[in-house]
């Protein structure tokens, strides 16, 4: 059974920094397509970072430059790090997961496994 469980989110002030991960369990985490999402209130969920099961991975125009996508595939654990973080950050978080290439990377219906989201919330 796959599980996909975010953590790391809260609560920060607008310029700071925040390091999400995904634990994931059932599955061969290294040869899956992954990537994370975010959607705040009222908006669309959109993809922002993706890698692939080679480690290339792909940014949001909004995020790059901010955010970091990795994974450690010894512990089946996908990050991200955000910095410089901006109040339209503020949003829940998920990652996705797909068992194989995806022509994009960052469009949600790649994906067929999914998190329960963990919120970030940036204050100015």
């Known amino acids: 059974q796959v599980q996909l469980a975010e953590s790391g989110g809260g609560s920060v002030q607008a310029g700071g920094s925040l390091r999400l991960s995904c634990a994931a369990s059932?599955?061969?985490?290294?040869?899956?397509?992954l990537a994370w999402f975010r959607q705040g209130l009222g908006k669309e969920r959109e993809g922002v970072a993706a890698i692939d099961d080679i480690g290339s991975t792909t940014y949001a125009d909004s995020v790059k430059g901010r955010f970091i996508i990795s994974k450690d595939n010894a512990k089946d654990t996908l990050f991200l790090q955000i910095n410089s973080l901006k109040p339209d950050d503020t949003a829940m978080y998920y990652c996705?997961?797909?068992?194989?290439?995806?022509?994009?990377?960052?469009?949600?219906?790649?994906?067929?496994?999914w998190g329960q989201g963990t919120q970030v919330t940036v204050s100015s």
């Open positions: 059932g599955f061969t985490f290294s040869t899956y397509s």
């Open positions: 996705a997961a797909y068992p194989g290439p995806v022509a994009h990377g960052l469009e949600e219906y790649e994906y067929n496994y």
